[in-house]
């Protein structure tokens, strides 16, 4: 590629970024302006990804995800994942996340909010 048609390589490539970066804004304002009408978390959809410390030996991951409370949602997660794997508890790695209606992007829900109700949920019924 000659010099020339590199820079204008570059030059298309940034314009097509930028295009996408626009649309990516409009679709984070929609997700913004949804949010805003949003009264509890029971109007949430969430996300619950587990994955299982004993993968090695057959144990299998599980991604779960539920409109409605943030609790009901890591309890049906906790009661999927011992069915899936027979156990009568969880011992897995926990990401909680919060899907956005125009799914522009997932929103990670810190510890904190999730990790009481993991441990209600992951031990022994």
Known sequence: MAKRELIEFVADALVNRI???REYQRVLLKDQKDMANVQSDDELTFLVALKS?????GEKPLTYSLKGSLEEAIKQAC???KDINQKND????????????????DIEVPEEHW???FKKYSRPE
Do not use: T
């Open 19 to 21: 295009l996408k970066a």
């Open 53 to 57: 410390g004993w993968s090695d030996f």
């Open 115 to 117: 990790l009481r109700f």
């Open 79 to 81: 009661g999927a994942f």
């Open 90 to 105: 969880v011992q897995a790695y926990c990401q909680v996340f919060i899907l956005l209606p125009q799914k522009s992007v």
